[in-house]
């Protein structure tokens, strides 16, 4: 009963399930998103997971419940899973998905981290460290962090392409990376080096990150026109060709005469010019322009860190035009004033929850991007309406370990419990392209799931488990 | 006339306005979860205020019929202690052309309407204890105030000491440790009268290497002083020694990003019951950043009665003001924050902040 | 054989201990006590941190503590680590009373490197920017909390420098502004003079209390005889100074002080003047040219001079541990320039401890001293050989045992 069961189970289970955004696969990377095939491996370990509050995701909650685990995947959640012979039992208080970090800075060499001189063409994955500080790495898997949005260049202006990787200690460098080509990450008027900087800098940068779209969207539009033109000129050659063949021997005549022509006049012989010939050329390759056109055409998401209210309501107003642009806003001090049009647009917000003296919170003197930092900015971009993300500020490696803590921080100044779950595991997943893989405790993803003593934000719980790609990365014996 | 008093405490019930002036004014505040402090936890616990100090806190608290009444759903605790801050002195904490300035006060420095203190309030946090900066080798005395009505709990509290490298200048005396032993053991030895006689008064040594905290506890054993230590990252290495010259212990503050060491060394000086405080230092941190450091320190391994103790009556015994804040019961202070959820998580906010017996905070305004 | 086996038997404690006891047994090869015998095959047996035998042993049990050579652990009087500006107190120039004891870092990750090297105990002085700069203290190198240094014996030598270097940032009184540094000595001649000013107060003292003075109860200790007075003088002229200073003080009835010269160079070059005043030396390392602080020349052969005229003496690293400088090579390069054995262990064991009075623990390896031993893969001093274990106080700091992790 139970293995038929299963072998339904096994049957039905579609490849790809439950992708709520399917990532376009782009001409940059080899790799696409990383389907392989369930491999038949030796050990086959099937894990079943139990607990007593198995949250689905936020908002959807099955009690006493359990999933089942087999090469990396989820083939089975449900009240009713009961575990096959041979299997890894784990149970514990909580179980849900492993918390995403979508603004982090952790893994990258400390000089690709804080370089200033990245452009849209630099891709954050080359400057991933997979050997630094992996006590850090433990502790990070240890709070719960599953997957994170590594970005360098985050103070440039362009800060290049980022990746959604695993700080997964046992995985092989080129597995860890989820996705290659994540998002492209841009930031306008934040203080750069130790000069701030007055409002017309900034709106001229921001001019300049708009100049720059556009001009990647010309570069599309000659892109697709090259196309066309290429495809049109292949036609009019065929159509040419079959002309010239139909008249080939009187064609060939003609020719031969001329030339005796001009030989007896002793002039140039001209060879026929057709127009066919000239091919249409294509635009000059720009890598910079390739990169940012894949964001104008919705392909690539754009994280923009920007705070002030001018900044905001003129890219919120210059981003209009351009159609199928997905638009992230990290950082967002001042967003209420504009929360209305984030709303009304669906553009996330990735906020960095964390209170703010004069002094950061690890210490370091306070950019001077803005003057205030509410730490209930999350709560009341929420209650606007607007997509809410959590994320740990992308300012130093250690801080993507403290984001559940922050996020919990959040909570206490009004945000939604739900929501504050929501924006650590669906939302940034979704954002991120990866929701088909990861985020959410379903059939068919991965199995990025951590299994808890108690409320997954709380401060007084205790991690039990950690299970990464189906391996078990921490184990509690308490 | 029994029906007029039925109907006016049934009015009574509820959110009812409070008085906003301090003084004689009883009423009760009825909570599901009452923390008397000392790990002491009451379901369904009273707490009866009258004027401006706690009558009675318990289970089965004889209320008398009238008294105006609060409910809450969740925990009352008492207030919340900070160490370290510097809120509302202006920057004006250190003297440091003279290097021993024992007697200088900081309370005479004080401005109680600073905002960094509403701030702290607001957090949760009703009691305040401001140090010297470490420039100075005798700093002076510590002043350990409330966040609300300005009210001074001590106006001579810890003496400060400092045996950081930031005591010494190259161009006044002491320039180096060993002129700054020698004057304070001078300074500490009987009848000199420079520095208050160590046997009454408590001192905050500030220590932030191992060596410095060496050298505190020498001062310590030597001169039998009492008091605690600040500033030191690394103290856990030394907890035993700690623990048997019984000395309490500052720790943090801690923010992201903060060395796991650091926070080894917190759990350690736990294992060791060495009483430990909270530094908060106002306001350059934010006030959220005091629970944040509790917080680190407990998914370090911290035990949560250690921190829950550092973070009210410990504090308040290393502070010296025991018998006014730092628990719930007959006879103390009526500081006390009604929470939305257990303090000690960070998800939990204050709804409402009482000092003095006053409601000063709300949340929401 | 069989009766050697049963002995050995007898002997040989089995167990494998970790790392954290204090009692253990050494084989050794060759043990050399540094008091006046060499052992051939013998077991030193360690109980509780302190030397309860040296007999004669078979062989090692295997996984035991085994060396090719055992000496006493080494005694550096000039470990100069702590070196920087705030070692010593500046407000003053005579500052005998200060103690280095306050300023010591003995949580330093340096100590452990000194600890490896075979250097078991130290004197730490306060550095020499001063005339006379305070109280040294010996300490153990390891066997605090987390592996830092340890206080073996505080007060055991009142530190001065003649020289140029006490005078460093004093400035005359005119043509700037006053601060704490506008003050004599400027020269070579101040500084000696307020060497001579502090003795002769210092002893006027003991008839008038009137005319005590912070420090002069150890000054007084020091004219007494009781504790050395330790003078840094690397060239010719200020070890002549030193030296007269000790006889004008003996020769004025101001007492009879024990000196003791650190970083004597060019002692080499007056040894007379040494013999009669019956004064101390401690070398610095050697130099491969010849050149070490304060542009003076050291030969060498100094060390095998000195010795054959009797004048005690000690050896110094100045807390250098690389393979080429250590207190070991010092040793060895005193030997190379014809200084032997036995004077070069004496050199750098029991003489420093004697100096120092801390000659009842530590120094040699008798019964009832600190078990501080320095375990040798071959011939102590020689180049080709390698300090392989370390203990202090019966504790192991560095483990010869072939794959044993170093604790960090």
């Not at chain 3, 509780?48 to 000496?71: M, Q």
Request: aromatic letters at 4%.
């Amino acid at each position: 009963m139970l293995s038929l069961a299963l072998g339904l189970a096994l049957g039905l289970v579609p490849r790809a399930a439950l992708a709520s955004s399917t990532p376009v696969p782009s001409p940059l990377s080899s790799a696409g998103p990383q389907e392989s095939a369930p491999q038949e491996d030796a050990e086959g370990e099937v894990l079943w997971i139990h607990a007593q509050r198995l949250i689905v995701r936020p908002g959807e909650e099955l009690s006493n419940a359990a999933l089942l685990v087999r090469d990396g995947r989820i083939i089975a959640v449900g009240s009713d899973v009961v575990a096959p012979e041979g299997a890894r039992e784990i149970t514990g208080e909580v179980a849900c998905a492993g918390f995403i970090d979508p603004w982090s800075v952790f893994g990258l060499e400390p000089e690709a981290a804080g370089d200033e001189r990245t452009n849209a063409a630099t891709r954050s994955v080359d400057g991933i460290d997979p050997y630094l500080d992996p006590r850090l790495r433990q502790q990070l898997v240890e709070a719960g962090i599953t997957a994170y949005r590594l970005q360098a260049g985050t103070r440039a202006r362009l800060g290049g392409v980022g990746a959604c990787v695993r700080p997964h200690p046992g995985l092989p460098p080129d597995e860890a990376v989820l996705l290659e080509n994540c998002c492209v990450a841009a930031s306008v008027g934040i203080t750069r080096g130790e000069r701030g900087q007055d409002v017309f800098d900034r709106l001229a940068e921001l001019d300049r990150l708009l100049g720059a779209l556009s001009d990647a969207q010309s570069y599309l539009q000659d892109q697709i026109e090259y196309r066309y033109e290429l495809e049109e000129w292949q036609k009019a050659i065929t159509a040419k060709e079959k002309e010239l063949e139909e008249g080939f021997k009187k064609a060939q005549k003609d020719r031969e005469k001329e030339q005796q022509e001009a030989k007896e006049k002793d002039k140039e012989f001209k060879e026929k010019k057709y127009k066919e010939d000239r091919r249409p050329k294509p635009p000059r390759y720009d890598a910079e322009k390739e990169v940012l056109a894949r964001c104008v055409s919705g392909e690539l998401p754009l994280v923009v860190e920007v705070h002030r209210v001018a900044e905001l309501r003129g890219l919120l107003e210059g981003t209009q035009s351009f159609g199928r642009l997905r638009l992230v806003i990290a950082g967002a001090t001042e967003a209420l004033a504009v929360a209305e049009d984030l709303a009304e647009r669906r553009i996330p917000v990735i906020v960095w929850p964390a209170p703010q003296g004069r002094l950061l919170l690890n210490g370091s003197a306070r950019p001077l991007e803005y003057s205030e930092a509410d730490p209930a900015l999350a709560s009341r971009l929420e209650e606007a309406g607007v997509e809410v993300l959590l994320g740990s500020g992308g300012a130093f490696p250690s801080g993507t370990r403290e984001l559940p803590l922050l996020a919990a921080l959040a909570v206490g100044y009004g945000l939604d419990r739900e929501a504050a779950l929501a924006a650590l595991t669906t939302r940034p997943a979704r954002v991120l392209d990866v929701a088909d893989r990861i985020g959410s405790l379903e059939r068919g993803k991965q199995a990025d799931v951590l299994v808890l003593s108690g409320d997954p934000l709380a401060t007084t719980t205790r991690v039990l488990y950690v299970v990464c790609a189906g391996d078990i990365v921490v184990e509690r014996k308490e | 006339m029994t029906q007029a008093l039925l109907w006016a405490s049934l009015a009574a019930l509820g959110a009812s306005p409070l008085p906003l002036a301090r003084g004689a004014d009883t009423f009760a505040v009825h909570a599901a979860e009452l923390w008397l402090g000392d790990g002491q936890r009451i379901e369904d616990g009273v707490l009866l205020v009258e004027g401006g100090r706690i009558k009675a806190a318990g289970r089965g608290v004889d209320v008398p019929l009238g008294t105006p009444r609060i409910e809450h759903d969740s925990v009352i605790s008492a207030g919340l202690i900070a160490f370290d801050c510097a809120v509302g002195l202006d920057g004006e904490t250190s003297e440091p052309k003279r290097s021993v300035l024992a007697t200088g006060r900081l309370i005479d420095a004080f401005d109680a309407s600073a905002e960094g203190v509403a701030a702290a309030l607001s957090e949760g946090i009703t009691t305040l204890v401001l140090t010297p900066a470490p420039t100075t080798l005798a700093g002076g005395r510590c002043a350990v105030v409330k966040t609300a009505h300005g009210t001074v709990l001590s106006a001579e509290g810890l003496l400060a000491l400092s045996l950081s490298e930031e005591a010494l200048d190259p161009n006044r005396y002491p320039t180096s440790p060993s002129g700054a032993m020698t004057e304070l053991e001078r300074l500490l030895g009987a009848g000199q009268g420079a520095l208050p006689a160590a046997a009454r008064v408590a001192v905050l040594i500030e220590a932030p290497t191992r060596d410095d905290v060496r050298r505190a506890l020498g001062l310590a054993e030597r001169h039998g002083l009492r008091g605690a230590l600040s500033g030191s990252r690394r103290a856990g290495e030394l907890a035993e020694a700690i623990a048997a010259a019984q000395l309490a212990v500052v720790v943090g503050p801690f923010a992201s990003g903060v060395a796991q060491r650091e926070l080894d060394s917190v759990v350690a000086l736990g294992r060791a019951r060495v009483p430990l405080a909270f530094a908060l230092e106002l306001p350059t941190r934010h006030p959220a950043g005091l629970r944040l450091s509790a917080s680190l320190c407990l998914r370090a391994g911290l035990d949560p009665a250690a921190a829950w103790s550092a973070l009210t009556s410990g504090a308040a015994a290393v502070a010296g003001v025991q018998t006014r804040v730092g628990r719930l019961e007959r006879g103390l202070d009526a500081d006390f924050v009604l929470w939305s959820g257990n303090p000690l998580d960070l998800s939990s906010r204050p709804v409402a902040v009482f000092v003095d017996g006053v409601r000063a905070h709300q949340r929401g305004e | 054989m069989i009766l050697g086996l049963i002995l050995s038997s007898l002997l040989a404690p089995v167990a494998v201990q970790e790392l954290e006891g204090n009692s253990w047994s050494v084989w050794a090869d060759r043990v050399y006590t540094a008091a006046g015998d060499l052992l051939e095959g013998a077991v030193i047996r360690v109980e509780e941190g302190k030397i309860a035998a040296v007999a004669p042993g078979g062989s090692a049990p295997a996984g035991a503590l085994r060396a090719a050579a055992v000496t006493p652990g080494m005694v550096d009087l000039s470990v100069r680590l702590l070196s920087g500006w705030t070692g010593v107190e500046h407000a003053r120039e005579v500052n005998a009373g200060m103690r280095a004891s306050d300023a010591v870092e003995l949580f330093d990750e340096r100590w452990k490197a000194v600890a490896r090297s075979g250097v078991t105990t130290a004197l730490v002085n306060p550095p020499d920017f001063n005339v006379i700069g305070g109280l040294g203290l010996a300490v153990k190198t390891a066997g605090g909390p987390d592996g830092a240094a340890r206080e073996l014996a505080p007060e055991r030598v009142v530190r001065g420098a003649m020289g140029a270097q006490p005078s460093t940032r004093n400035h005359p009184a005119f043509g700037r502004p006053e601060d704490l540094y506008s003050r004599r000595p400027t020269t070579r001649m101040g500084v000696e003079w307020e060497h001579r000013a502090a003795f002769y107060d210092a002893a006027a003292s003991r008839a008038d209390a009137q005319r005590a003075f912070p420090g002069s109860p150890e000054l007084l200790r020091v004219l007494d005889g009781e504790l050395p007075f330790m003078v840094q003088a690397w060239t010719t002229q200020d070890i002549r100074t030193a030296v007269f200073l000790k006889e004008e003080i003996e020769r004025e009835g101001l007492g009879r002080p024990r000196f003791v010269i650190d970083a004597a160079a060019e002692a080499w070059r007056e040894p007379q003047l040494l013999v009669r005043s019956g004064v101390a030396v401690v070398l610095p390392p050697f130099a491969p040219l010849g050149r070490t602080g304060e542009d003076a020349f050291m030969t060498i052969g100094s060390a095998k001079l000195l010795s054959d005229l009797g004048v005690p003496l000690a050896l110094s690293a100045h807390g250098n541990t690389s393979a080429g400088n250590s207190l070991c090579r010092q040793a060895g390069w005193a030997m190379r320039g014809g200084l032997s054995f036995a004077a070069a262990l004496a050199a750098v064991t029991i003489t420093p401890a004697r100096l120092i009075g801390v000659d009842e623990r530590v120094g040699s390896l008798e019964v009832g001293k600190d078990a501080d031993l320095v375990l040798w893969s071959g011939e102590p001093f020689e180049a080709s050989s390698a300090v392989i274990g370390v203990l202090i106080d019966g504790r192991i700091v560095l483990d010869p045992r072939a794959g044993a992790e170093q604790a960090d």
